[in-house]
């Protein structure tokens, strides 16, 4: 059987939701509006997730700002946290993750 033919599958339009920068306040608003007419629990609960925090996520996918190069830098040094666990102290720490 075909995924289109069961009886629980997602509508097209639900399977893509909207993609940063192009249109996207309208597009999550029609989207969630979509969500909400279809017959699928489990997105309803994603969708009131979302709209909870609606302004965060308003912003997060209008604005071309994120903080994807500051989270990097967090993982690489825990990285380095892990990695020198007891076996120096925190000055030889942080000359490794200035060095890095």
């Given amino acids: ?3 289109d033919e069961h009886a629980g599958s997602p509508d ?3 399977r893509r939701p909207a993609r940063p920068h192009e249109e996207n306040a309208e597009q999550l608003t029609a989207w969630l509006t ?7 629990p489990f997105l309803h609960s994603f969708a009131n997730g979302l709209e909870r925090d609606h302004a965060a996520v308003d912003a997060a996918i209008t604005l ?3 903080n ?5 830098a967090n ?3 825990k990285l380095v946290k ?3 666990y007891g076996r120096a102290g925190h000055r030889l720490l942080r000359q490794l993750i200035l060095l890095n």
């Avoid at 979509?34 to 699928?40: E, F, G, I, K, S």
């Avoid at 994807?68 to 990097?72: A, I, N």
């Fill in 1 to 3: 059987m075909r995924r």
């Fill in 12 to 14: 097209p339009h639900l």
């Fill in 34 to 40: 979509r969500t909400r007419a279809a017959d699928l």
């Fill in 64 to 66: 071309p700002h994120h």
């Fill in 68 to 72: 994807g190069r500051t989270e990097g």
């Fill in 75 to 77: 993982c690489k040094i």
């Fill in 82 to 84: 892990r990695q020198m």
